[in-house]
């Protein structure tokens, strides 16, 4: 099955800046929906952004202003750009892809980011 490949987590301080990385296949990367997810420990799994194949953009409102999204055609890979982190941002990131972007079929292996305070 298709695998999504994540890179770019980290450990920032409040403020700080990281840039997540979502390369897939070419066949997801040009039809399909791409998001990042977060799970904080003792938290559900919430949608954090998306981008549809069309380029249409969602945030959710807690990152909405600080995390972008860009992509690099030429490289299927997707990225997103997380500003002004906060504490709260702490958590594993996941991005998934899926035909429709309520529909999830693949899934990066997840990468941490740790933002203190």
């Known amino acids: 099955q298709a695998q999504l490949v994540e890179s770019g987590g980290g450990s920032v301080q409040s403020g700080g800046s990281l840039r997540l990385s979502c390369a897939a296949p070419g066949y997801i990367y040009s039809s399909y929906c791409m998001a990042w997810f977060r799970q904080a420990p003792g938290k559900e799994r919430e949608g954090v952004a998306h981008i549809d194949s069309d380029g249409s953009t969602f945030y959710a409102d807690s990152v909405k202003g600080r995390f972008t999204i860009s992509q690099d055609n030429a490289k299927n890979t997707r990225y997103l750009q997380m500003n002004s982190l906060e504490p709260e941002d702490t958590a594993m990131y996941y991005c998934?892809?899926?035909?429709?972007?309520?529909?999830?079929?693949?899934w990066g292996p997840g990468t941490r980011v740790t933002v203190s305070s």
């Open positions: 998934g892809s899926g035909p429709l972007c309520d529909e999830w079929n693949y």
